[in-house]
């Protein structure tokens, strides 16, 4: 699976758009970008998921660049149940690997009342 | 609907004890998962089930681990003899397919101290 890179910490003020960036440069065409995030003292929690095309669901917002080395997860409006970390991970898709979530240190997110 | 379960929440024992873990997957999921969370390692992928096989366990640390899926309902995680670095959050997730674009479904955790 490709590697990526998260900041390991960053703040957002409650009400304001949360914008949580990951770099991920060897990427390979068939694999996807997925978001998970775990709010302290509970289990990982599936966020949203994309190829290349940016995505939307009803929680956040992926968006991917064109050359797909980097993407940036949004959250249109913060709130303090937000707070959490939030792991970016690129996920192989074909092969005997490829039911694996590999998680890295993740982007510790607080957002301030 | 219930999301998965797992049994006990905490968990505090002595060095040496045996400990099982319990884990009931999401009705329908053939899919299902055991992780470790530590400080220094993170989360780390235990064993992977898929229809109650055992698929890969090449993440379970040593022989004094081992988990079984009896059935589509229920897997539980067991160490014996325990030590003190086992000392872990421990989460079962699952999911239903093998598919590359299936989400994972994490439970609570079970929080293992072990003195």
């Known amino acids: 699976d490709a590697k990526t890179t998260q900041p390991p910490s960053m703040d957002c003020a409650e009400g304001r758009a949360a914008n949580l960036p990951c770099n991920h440069s060897t990427i390979s065409g068939n694999e996807y970008v997925y978001w998970y995030r775990q709010i302290h003292s509970q289990g990982p929690q599936y966020i949203i998921h994309?190829?290349?095309n940016n995505e939307t669901n009803e929680m956040a917002s992926l968006i991917i660049t064109e050359d797909r080395k980097s993407s940036t997860l949004i959250l249109p409006h913060a709130t303090l149940r937000d707070t959490a970390v939030y792991y970016c991970?690129?996920?192989?898709?074909?092969?005997?690997?490829?039911?694996?979530?590999?998680f890295g240190k993740g982007t510790l997110l607080t957002v301030n009342p | 609907d219930a999301g998965v379960i797992q049994s006990p929440r905490h968990e505090v024992t002595e060095m040496g004890q045996e400990v099982t873990l319990r884990c009931k997957p999401i009705?329908?999921?053939?899919?299902l998962f055991w992780y470790r969370q530590t400080m220094m390692r993170g989360l780390e992928l235990l064993i992977y089930?898929?229809?109650?096989?055992?698929?890969?366990d090449s993440g379970m640390p040593e022989d004094r681990f081992s988990a079984k899926m009896p059935n589509a309902s229920f897997s539980t995680l067991k160490i014996q003899p325990s030590e003190p670095r086992d000392s872990a959050v421990y989460f079962c997730?699952?999911?239903f397919g093998r598919g590359f674009t299936d989400t994972q479904y994490f439970g609570p955790g079970t929080r293992l101290t072990v003195l």
């Open positions: 991970i690129v996920r192989v898709g074909s092969g005997g690997s490829n039911y694996k979530l590999t």
């Open positions: 089930f898929n229809n109650n096989v055992p698929i890969d």
């Open positions: 994309g190829l290349k």
């Open positions: 009705s329908g999921h053939n899919s």
């Open positions: 997730a699952s999911t």
